[in-house]
T-cell receptor
Framework: EAQVTQNPRYLITVTGKKLTVTCSQN?????MSWYRQDPGLGLRQIYY???????DKGDVPEGYKVSRKEKRNFPLILESPSPNQTSLYFC????????????FGSGTRLTVV | GQQVMQIPQYQHVQEGEDFTTYCNSS?????IQWYKQRPGGHPVFLIQ?????EVKKQKRLTFQFGEAKKNSSLHITATQTTDVGTYFC????????????????FGRGTQLTVWP
């Protein structure tokens, strides 16, 4: 089944403790992206990648890191999480063609205390 | 500032009524994409419009892309309870240095509630 898989689904952590949210897609998509969703603010792009080793900043990159060493994986790293990073995070991927939008993962709800 | 604006933020309709959400960008868009997110779910891609003035239909849903490629609308005819959710528009800016699908700007969404 074509899908974007992100883990974990839920995570509660403490301020300053490094964490990684994994994202993997099995559709051989070139594009991958991370979004955070907060009430009233919609979806804001954190980072995106157009292919292996090619990444760029979105709307809100501060406090986050990404890497794209393989085409299928695009982990999101929070080196020192803070409470304002409490949010719902989505990973998404898309092909390089013109006719297709992003396929989203099921989301990771992160709480930083 | 926010690049893509979407109105209304909320819409409550009775089943059978029509619904429209509007999306406006301060900058020309390369394309416009529409997504639907059910409560508790993740965004699901509905459609992409690329050409100026383009109109596409999916059953009761009609999507339009403005002539100037700065605005778009989604119209649902005769809403059903299965239409409940939040509808988002999104698009890459035409002159953004990023690739077409890479740097997407989302509207804040219109949350549709349908009562029987």
């Amino acid at each position: 089944e074509a899908q974007v898989t992100q883990n974990p689904r839920y995570l509660i952590t403490v301020t300053g403790k490094k964490l990684t949210v994994t994202c993997s897609q099995n559709m051989n998509h070139e594009y991958m992206s991370w979004y955070r969703q907060d009430p009233g603010l919609g979806l804001r792009q954190i980072y995106y990648s157009m292919n292996v080793e090619v990444t760029d900043k979105g709307d809100v990159p501060e406090g986050y890191k990404v890497s794209r060493k393989e085409k299928r994986n695009f982990p999101l790293i929070l080196e020192s999480p803070s409470p304002n990073q409490t949010s719902l995070y989505f990973c998404a991927s898309a092909s390089g063609g013109r006719a297709y939008g992003y396929t989203f993962g099921s989301g990771t709800r992160l709480t930083v205390v | 500032g926010q690049q893509v604006m979407q109105i209304p933020q909320y819409q409550h309709v009775q089943e059978g009524e029509d619904f429209t959400t509007y999306c406006n960008s301060s900058t020309t868009l390369s394309n416009i994409q529409w997504y639907k997110q059910r409560p508790g779910g993740h965004p699901v891609f509905l459609i992409q419009l690329v050409k100026s003035g383009e109109v596409k239909k999916q059953k009761r849903l009609t999507f339009q892309f403005g002539e100037a490629k700065k605005n778009s609308s989604l119209h649902i005819t005769a809403t059903q309870t299965t239409d409940v959710g939040t509808y988002f528009c999104a698009g890459p800016l035409k002159f953004d240095r990023g690739s077409t699908l890479g740097r997407l700007y989302f509207g804040r969404g219109t949350q549709l509630t349908v009562w029987p």
